[in-house]
Every structure is written in structure tokens, then in C-alpha cells.
């Protein structure tokens, strides 16, 4: 059993209008969300489960990748001029 005490009157309000709608009593329709709730995973149960998988090859490298992006926001910011300084 759970039992909430101390639920601010507008908080209930809005929970018993929310259950009215859907046709159900208050409890019915706690009982509901409560139920979707605990079959989400929290943040900390999503970082955990991230953290245990390996990472999923893809044959990219990130590296050069990111690199060239940079090179065409840099030419995109400088209006295509060539560069002065060659990077190495």
C-alpha cells in the first residue's frame, strides 16, 4: 500500500480533474500513473545500463572527422578565404 500525505490542494485538484477526464477514480488513475512510472528507468538506471555497454563500432574516425568540420565552419566563417597557416 502507499499512502501520500501532505499533497498540496492544487496538486490534487489537478490529479482528480485528470482522472475525471479519463474516467477513472482518483485512485484508479494514480494507480496508472504510477504503475508507467516504474516502468521507466530512471537517469541513474540509464547511466548505468550506457555505461556497462561496449560502444558499437563504426568504422569512422571521429578524430578526422571532427577535424574536417571544423575546416568547413572555419572556411564557411572566412567566406572560403584560404588559410595563412597550414595546420600540420
Known amino acids: 500500500m502507499i499512502q501520500i500525505r501532505h ?7 489537478k490529479l482528480k ?3 475525471k477526464r479519463a474516467g477513472m477514480s482518483l ?10 512510472l516504474s516502468s ?3 537517469w541513474d538506471e540509464l547511466f548505468d545500463e550506457i555505461d556497462q555497454e561496449d560502444p558499437a563500432p ?12 571544423r575546416e568547413e565552419r572555419d ?7 584560404p588559410r595563412d597557416d597550414p595546420e600540420p
Open 7 to 13: 499533497v498540496p490542494e492544487d496538486v490534487h485538484r
Open 17 to 19: 480533474e485528470r482522472a
Open 27 to 36: 485512485s484508479d488513475y494514480l494507480l496508472q500513473e504510477v504503475t508507467l
Open 40 to 42: 521507466q528507468m530512471s
Open 58 to 69: 563504426t568504422g569512422i574516425d571521429w578524430a578526422e572527422a571532427i577535424r574536417e568540420d
Open 75 to 81: 572556411r564557411e566563417l572566412l567566406g572560403g578565404a
